[in-house]
Nanobody
Framework: QVHLAESGGGLVQPGGSLRLSCAAS????????MGWFRQAPGKEREFVAA????????FYATFVKGRFTISRDNTKNTQYLQMNSLKPEDTALYYC????????????????????WGQGTQVTVSS
């Protein structure tokens, strides 16, 4: 079993920054991808960003490209989502997730492909 724990959410003003963390524990994998998704009230969960361990390639949703950066610290078994230039429409519950194997890009954008999920951390962007 894998346990994912997100942290770092909070209230921030428009234009501000936050860094989300996702610490993984439990079973280990030789290859996997880590992703971030978000869900705003009344909306479906949507893909934000992902990183593939096998080649360290990163993938982003169009609406966050240039503002958000996904990274991973293997020594700490933790992934991060640095969010800059935040907008009110970024307000959502942010989840991290793990997908076993070395998936193609389209799979990493599909939340139904992920095997493990965290509980989520709330991000609110408001003045």
């Amino acid at each position: 079993q894998v346990h994912l724990a997100e942290s770092g959410g909070g209230l921030v003003q428009p234009g501000g920054s936050l860094r989300l963390s996702c610490a993984a524990s439990g079973r280990t994998f030789s290859n996997y991808a880590m992703g971030w998704f978000r869900q705003a009230p009344g909306k479906e969960r949507e893909f934000v960003a992902a990183i593939r361990l096998s080649d360290r390639n990163t993938f982003y949703a169009t609406f966050v490209k240039g503002r958000f950066t996904i990274s991973r610290d293997n020594t700490k078994n933790t992934q991060y989502l640095q969010m800059n230039s935040l907008k009110p429409e970024d307000t959502a519950l942010y989840y991290c997730a793990l997908l076993e194997g070395s998936p193609i890009a389209s799979s990493m954008r599909d939340d139904s492909r992920y095997d493990y999920w965290g509980q989520g951390t709330q991000v609110t962007v408001s003045s």
